[in-house]
């Protein structure tokens, strides 16, 4: 039976051959410009957020002897300036670096694409942590009407790996945190999710890092607060007016707590006392008329 693909996922797989030149071997000269650097500025909704700020200053010594090797890709805005859609290291190694401007590859993509592309570009170099790949699936599905089965066709992941992925921002934000800078794995944070005690979740995450406990482990963890979580504790049921009738009346009589259970089959009455002259005072008040 022949696959059917959507015509959208189609294009999310082609946009990056299509669209973005540094992934291009034939790329038109004519089309790299430089731009002034205080022109440029990162888009807020890139899926990368966490960059490691040594192979920042890696690239940055690179560019100051060599420069800049690959143009950036940015979208013109109204007010004149450039958005990058795709080389942020690049841009934010050549500040470093000191560079004044940039070369460039100006694109005037629907922000839509840009997500789309920004995101492939990413995932398919392994770039983003599992929290960042989170962040970007779940943009594309509410602000950019994308649908996991298209994301799934389009980053070569499966549906369950997009949606267990997505799963991970329902944690606890500290435990999201220790996730994004790598403190513990995406597959710690999948087995937390059993944890619905946000406290727990924290208190075992915690844990992870102090004792380096393996997925396995933690799942094993997880799984046991879960089953005590899940125990349920029988409430206390109400008693009948009239038992609680009864009862004031006998605590008048005696002078102590008198307690009447029911069961299904029989009940019993517990009169309590604390001494020795309690007890004989109770006696001889329920021997008194036989």
């Known amino acids: ?44 909704d890139q899926p990368r957020k966490v960059f490691d700020e040594e192979k920042i200053n ?7 002897a060599y420069g800049v090797l690959q143009p950036i890709v940015v979208k013109p805005d109204e007010n004149g300036k450039y958005m990058i859609i ?7 190694a050549s500040r470093a670096a000191k560079k004044g ?15 789309e592309i920004a995101l492939i570009e990413n995932l398919q170099r392994e770039d983003l942590n599992p929290i960042e ?59 937390l999710l059993r944890i619905t005690d946000k406290d727990k979740q924290l208190e075992v995450a915690k844990r992870i890092v102090e004792e380096e406990l393996s997925v396995r482990a933690t799942e094993s963890i997880a799984k046991k607060i879960s089953e005590e979580q899940n125990v349920k504790i029988p409430t206390k049921k109400e008693k009948d007016i009239f038992i609680v009738d009864v009862e004031e009346r006998l605590r008048n009589i005696f002078g102590t707590k008198v307690n009447i259970s029911q069961g299904k089959k029989k009940g019993k009455i517990e009169i309590e006392y604390y001494n020795d002259e309690e007890l004989n005072s109770i006696v001889s008040m329920l021997l008194e008329d036989m």
């Open 86 to 92: 795709a080389g942020e290291r690049r841009y934010r």
């Open 1 to 44: 039976m022949e696959k059917r693909v959507s015509k959208r996922s189609n294009r999310l797989g082609k946009g990056l051959s299509a669209l973005i030149p540094e992934l291009k071997d034939d790329i038109d000269k004519k089309e790299i410009v430089e731009l002034d650097i205080s022109m440029v500025y990162p888009n807020e």
């Open 58 to 64: 890696i690239l940055s010594d690179s560019i100051k």
């Open 133 to 191: 790949e989170a962040l970007a699936y779940k943009s594309l599905i509410d602000n950019h009407n994308v649908t996991q089965e298209e994301i799934s066709e389009a980053v070569g992941k499966s549906r369950p790996h997009i949606t267990n992925t997505i799963r991970l921002l329902n944690l606890r934000e500290e435990v999201i945190s220790m996730i994004e800078y790598g403190e513990i794995t995406a597959g710690h944070g999948k087995a």
């Open 101 to 115: 401007s940039i070369p460039a590859v100006i694109k005037d993509l629907p922000i839509r694409d840009i997500m």
